[in-house]
């Protein structure tokens, strides 16, 4: 699944680089510094009296003073002792110095060296973002990374920041996402939160409490986000076996099992939240809620039942109104769940528990992503890979029912669209991933999948498209994107 975050240039926050300013007059970049990433904050000595500082930028290593002026790439100017500066390109060399000037005489300190990095990931001969239309004006400033890379591209699709391969992460990593804090979280096997430059700085201190797997642990998925009290929650996995052909919702096993019995292993769903410690302090499993009723209706209406996965695949925590909203994908389902209570509020969706009425049916199904916009209506991206009708990805906004007996209602809906040629299989291409964001001034930042990784920022009547990309890889076996 493609998780997408798009975010504006407050780089000191976003970004976090007090690593910049954490002593008064440090250098830095650090002599010698390897970086991952090319938008850079400099910081160097204070001089005591007035003075204008100038910033030179070389692109390789020097030594003499002659070779670096012959070489410099970037000037900049500057009222203080620092400033975040973007140099062209990751993996090079570059040389820099201050300039100091009072009443048109010149000062130099020593030349400085740093290098900036880079990996297989960000290298887009091998996978790029492949701009269809630039940027408005008011989001050009704004970045984008993709599941998969670990790799954050500004709005021409260049590379300025990747998670080092040092740390192990290798080539997949999800649910990247910069924090207000100046943090980066992201999921690669375990949930992380790293720096700007890749030093992690929490990940969950047991990994299978909730599962009660020591084997594969916790299984994290799709999403990981921190809370606004300093907690982190992710999505994970706990596999029960479960017996079907019952009447009531006992239907987990738990004593001994016999050959074909008809127990099978059923994956579900946890959500687990932790503290700043990285201790659990909050959890639910929706094996509690998933009653035996809808269990059977899906062992009689899918090939097989041991590849049956109720697959939640995003959750929403309503931290205001202490709610928690969790799509289940494979049912058609939202539900909404009380915090920290753990009771089921709401249901919407397709519903097969006797007694219960369905509410919002046939409005989505196989949703990806769950989230309320300003206003407070809901949202999820549609993949509608189940309709019978060719039909592309959508937007859709949910009312949810005001009063008793009111129904969920589908307020809007944004069709996405294709550009020029697009895989064979239309439209099971649009059967995988998918997303959408709200940004801060209405519009939505959507993905298409990962089979058509169409990325694009719509305005908020839907009409108007303010930017649109899409991601590529190089296939070598018949040299083409």
């Known amino acids: 699944m493609l998780f997408l975050q798009i975010m504006y240039r407050t780089l000191v926050i976003l970004f976090g680089l007090v690593l910049s300013f954490q002593v008064e007059g440090q250098v830095y970049p650090k002599e010698g510094s390897k970086l991952n990433y090319r938008i850079i904050g400099f910081s160097f000595p204070k001089i005591a009296k007035e003075r204008q500082y ?30 975040i500066i973007e140099v062209p390109a990751l993996g090079c060399q570059y040389t820099w110095c201050i300039v100091y000037t009072e009443n048109k005489e ?5 030349l400085y060296h740093f290098s900036t990095q880079t990996c297989s990931r960000a290298d887009t001969t091998k996978f790029h973002i492949r701009i269809l239309q ?73 990994t299978h409490e909730v599962s009660r797997d020591t084997l594969l642990g916790e299984m994290y998925h799709h999403e ?64 509690k809620y998933l009653l035996s009723a809808d269990l059977a209706y899906y062992e009689a209406n899918i090939d097989s039942l041991k590849r049956f ?55 989505f199904c196989n949703q990806h992503t769950i989230g309320r916009t300003k206003d407070g209506y809901l949202y999820i991206f549609e993949n509608n890979s189940c309709r019978i009708r060719d039909s592309l990805p959508t937007v859709v906004l ?37 997303n959408a964001k709200e940004l801060p001034d209405g519009s939505f930042f959507i993905n298409m999948g990962s089979e058509y990784s169409k990325l694009f920022i719509v305005d908020r009547s839907g009409e108007k498209v303010q930017w649109s990309a899409l991601a590529e890889r190089f296939m070598e076996t018949d040299e083409k994107w």
């Not at 005001?402 to 069709?415: A, C, F, I, S």
Request: aromatic share 12%.
């Open 398 to 434: 949910l009312q949810e029912p005001v009063l008793p007996g009111d129904g969920l209602k589908k307020v809007k809906e944004y069709e996405c669209t294709v550009d020029g040629l697009y895989p064979p299989g239309y439209p099971k291409i649009f059967g995988s991933g998918g």
């Open 106 to 110: 010149q000062e130099r300190s020593q």
């Open 224 to 287: 990981f986000t921190r809370l606004s009290n300093g907690h982190y929650m992710a999505l994970g996995t706990k596999i029960l076996p479960c017996k079907l052909s019952t009447k009531d919702s006992s239907y987990e096993v738990t004593g001994p099992r016999s050959p074909n019995d008809g127990v099978v292993n059923i994956r579900f769903g946890t959500l687990i939240e932790y503290d700043e410690k990285g201790d659990v302090v909050w959890s639910w499993v929706s094996s």
């Open 309 to 363: 996965d109720p697959h939640e695949n995003a959750f929403f925590f309503d931290e205001k109104n202490k709610c928690i909203y969790l799509g289940f994908r494979n049912m058609n389902r939202i539900i909404k769940i009380a915090y920290p209570g753990g009771n089921v509020l709401s249901a919407y969706g397709e519903n097969y528990k006797p007694g219960v009425p369905q509410i919002g049916a046939n409005l």
């Open 134 to 206: 630039p940027a408005a004006e008011k989001y050009k400033d704004n970045y984008v990374s993709v599941d998969g890379g670990g790799v954050l591209y500004d709005m021409k699709g260049v590379p300025v920041w990747f998670i080092p391969d040092s740390n192990e992460y290798g080539g997949f990593v999800a649910d990247l996402k910069f924090t207000d804090e100046g943090t980066i979280t992201f999921i690669y096997k375990t949930p992380y939160v790293i720096d700007y430059c890749g030093n992690v700085l929490w990940k969950p201190l047991n």
């Open 54 to 83: 100038t910033i030179q930028i070389a692109k390789g290593t020097y030594s003499r003073l002659d070779s670096f002026s012959k070489n410099i790439i970037q000037t900049e100017q500057l009222k203080a002792n620092r400033k």
